[in-house]
C-alpha cells in the first residue's frame, strides 16, 4: 500500500509563532493530497485539498491565510500554520490517495502555548 | 447533509466475541467507496479494509469484514474474536468518485473487555 510520512509527530510552540508540517508520499507520486484536523474526542474534519503545482483549496471556514499549503512537489506537502493561537492546538493529519485506498500520515499533534 | 452516520458513540466487547460497529451513509454518485480505520490513542489512522459500490461480495480482511448492504446503505463492521488491542476509535468513511476527500463518520469508541 502507499506511505505516507508526516513530522514533527508532535510539537509545542508559543502564540504568535508559525509551525510547518510536512506530509510525504514515500513510495508513489502524490498529486492530490488532503490535510484534515481533529479536536479532541472528535472526527477527522477536512481543512483543505492540496494540489500540486497549484493553489490549494480550502474548506468552508478555514482561513487561507493562516494555514498555507504548499504543494511543491509530487512527492510533498507542507501546511503551516501561521501565528498559532492556543484556539489552533489540534490533531492535524494529511493523507494522499493511491489507486482505490487512502493512505494517512502519523499524524501531528500541535499545542500553542 | 451528513453523509455518513455512525450512531453507536461507544460499545463494548467482552473478549474473544463479535461485534458489530454500524455505519450508514448517504450519496448519489453510484461509484463511490466505502472505508472503515481504525485509531488508537496514538492517532494514528489505520486502514482495515474497503467495499467498492460496484463489489458484488462484502469484503473481508482477517477478523474484519464489511456488512454491506447497498439498498439499506448501510456498510456495518463485524469484528470476530475480538482482542484487547482492538480497543480504540473507529472511523467509517466514504469517498464518491474521482480523486476526491474522505468524508468520516462520528466514530464509535469500542472497548474490548477481559
Known amino acids: 500500500g502507499a506511505v505516507v510520512s508526516q513530522h514533527p509527530s508532535r510539537v509545542i510552540c508559543k502564540s504568535g509563532t508559525s509551525v510547518k508540517i510536512e506530509c510525504r508520499s514515500l513510495?508513489?507520486?502524490?498529486?492530490?493530497m488532503f490535510w484534515y484536523r481533529q479536536f479532541p474526542k472528535q472526527s477527522l474534519m477536512l481543512m483543505a485539498t492540496?494540489?500540486?503545482?497549484?493553489?490549494?483549496?480550502?474548506e468552508q471556514g478555514v482561513e487561507k491565510d493562516k494555514f498555507l499549503i504548499n504543494h511543491a512537489s509530487l512527492t510533498l506537502s507542507t501546511l503551516t500554520v501561521t501565528s498559532a493561537h492556543p484556539e489552533d492546538s489540534s490533531f492535524y493529519i494529511c493523507?494522499?490517495?493511491?489507486?482505490?485506498?487512502?493512505?494517512f500520515g502519523q499524524g501531528t499533534r500541535l499545542t500553542v502555548v | 447533509a451528513q453523509k455518513i452516520t455512525q450512531t453507536q458513540p461507544g460499545m463494548f466487547v467482552q473478549e474473544k466475541e463479535a461485534v458489530t460497529l454500524d455505519c450508514t451513509y448517504d450519496?448519489?454518485?453510484?461509484?463511490?467507496?466505502l472505508f472503515w480505520y481504525k485509531q488508537p490513542s496514538s492517532g494514528e489512522m489505520i486502514f482495515l479494509i474497503y467495499?467498492?459500490?460496484?463489489?458484488?461480495q462484502n469484503a473481508t480482511e482477517g477478523r474484519y469484514s464489511l456488512n454491506f448492504q447497498k439498498a439499506r446503505k448501510s456498510a456495518n463492521l463485524v469484528i470476530s474474536a475480538s482482542q484487547l488491542g482492538d480497543s480504540a476509535m473507529y472511523f467509517c468513511a466514504m469517498r464518491e468518485s474521482g480523486n476526491t476527500p474522505l468524508v468520516f463518520g462520528k466514530g464509535t469508541r469500542l472497548s474490548v473487555i477481559a
Open positions: 513510495d508513489f507520486q502524490a498529486t492530490t
Open positions: 492540496s494540489n500540486e503545482g497549484s493553489k490549494a483549496t480550502y
Open positions: 493523507s494522499a490517495s493511491r489507486d482505490l485506498i487512502s493512505s
Open positions: 467495499q467498492g459500490s460496484y463489489d458484488q
Open positions: 450519496t448519489s454518485d453510484p461509484s463511490y467507496g
